[in-house]
């Protein structure tokens, strides 16, 4: 037992509801990527959580957090930080910040992350949350992510966390040569993770898994903020 765990009862019980989540609901679904998973062991959910569900922070659901956004199911999270292959080299930019917890997890495998929220007031949570937490090397931004965020362009890696019908196009143009984007793309309630690797000339695109987002809105969406 750790020292932390002597301390503070509460905590050690959320350490190991935490590594039963990842050893129940997201390992055994094709996460084994070790350091995606030991980050999703560490980063605490539950604080991403509104208080009244955080009883139900290490199920296996998405959750809602108020203005109609939902975080993630945690294998949705695993899946997607594995398809975006991130390393401490990486500076990443994340569209969609909502509760701030694929955030956190991004920032524990990351060198720096960007993160952008069109909603103010789940931006100021997810930031307020984050610094708390002790993540140095994040930051959460308000506005409309479609446009990017040219200030610190080019990224390794962007991963969009709403589903959108069309890639926008200022998202393609600030990824890096040899660069990663992951995002869904389909119709509501209906995308498939597209994994986008920008070469020298061109880009290679890669269909993966069904995955279920809220949509991306905003002026590069095809939907309208
Ligand atoms: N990754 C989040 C879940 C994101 S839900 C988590 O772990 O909690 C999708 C989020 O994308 C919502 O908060 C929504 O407000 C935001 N969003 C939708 N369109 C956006 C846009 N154009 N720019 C920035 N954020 C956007």
């Not at 995955?211 to 991306?216: A, K, M, Q």
């Amino acid at each position: 037992m750790s020292p932390r765990e002597r301390r503070d009862p509460a905590a050690s019980r959320e350490e190991s509801l935490r590594r039963e989540m990842v050893a129940r609901f997201v390992a055994p679904r094709g996460v084994d990527d070790p350091r995606v998973l030991a980050a999703m062991s560490e980063v605490p959910r539950h604080a991403f959580v509104p208080e009244p569900l955080r009883a139900r922070a290490y199920g296996d659901h998405s959750l809602p957090i108020g203005h109609g956004q939902t975080i993630s199911q945690p294998y949705v999270v695993g899946l997607m930080t594995q398809r975006l292959g991130v390393t401490a080299e990486h500076k990443v930019l994340e569209i969609g910040s909502g509760s701030g917890y694929q955030t956190a997890v991004l920032g524990k495998l990351a060198r720096s992350v960007y993160s952008l929220e069109r909603i103010d007031e789940l931006a100021r949570s997810a930031a307020a949350l984050l610094a708390g937490l002790g993540f140095h090397n994040v930051s959460v931004k308000c506005f409309d992510g479609t446009y990017g965020y040219p200030a610190a362009a080019p990224y390794d890696r962007i991963l969009v966390t709403a589903g959108t019908e069309t890639v926008p196009e200022p998202l393609l143009a600030q990824l890096a040569v040899g660069g990663r984007l992951v995002v869904p793309v389909g119709p509501r309630d209906r995308q498939r993770l597209r994994v986008i690797r920008k070469r020298k000339n061109d880009y290679a695109q890669e269909e993966a898994e069904d995955v279920t987002f809220v949509p991306l809105l905003g002026r590069f969406a095809g939907s309208p903020a």
